[in-house]
């Protein structure tokens, strides 16, 4: 299981969590009530559960030369979508981070 912490304007949010393949879920922390990270992922205190990676942070991922310099230079699998954000996270367009979490 991987996990990210995700910010937005550098204020800790919540969790995203890679609980398998084909199983993501986001959790907005219980004291957090700055803006939400997407127009699609509200604040609530439910998490989101998705059966794909997420396609707001999905679309956050970098494409075209960057990404296949990102992939040659750190070894990350094309498919492996989660690595490739926390890879990433300090360095996106927008107001939201992702850390990973060791």
């Known amino acids: 299981m991987k996990r990210a912490e995700i910010l937005v304007n550098n204020i ?3 969790i995203l969590t890679e609980i398998s393949e084909e199983e ?3 959790q907005y922390y219980k004291h957090y009530s700055g803006d939400p990270v997407s127009l699609t992922i509200p604040v609530r205190d439910e998490p989101y559960e998705y059966s794909k ?9 970098p494409e075209g030369a960057m990404l296949e310099a990102l992939l040659r230079n750190l070894k990350i699998d094309r498919k492996d979508n989660f ?11 927008g107001t939201v981070t992702a850390r990973e979490i060791k």
């Open 12 to 14: 800790p949010a919540g």
């Open 53 to 61: 990676f997420p396609p707001f942070f999905e679309g956050l991922l």
């Open 83 to 93: 690595a490739q954000l926390c890879a990433v996270g300090d360095d996106m367009i």
């Open 24 to 26: 993501y879920r986001f």
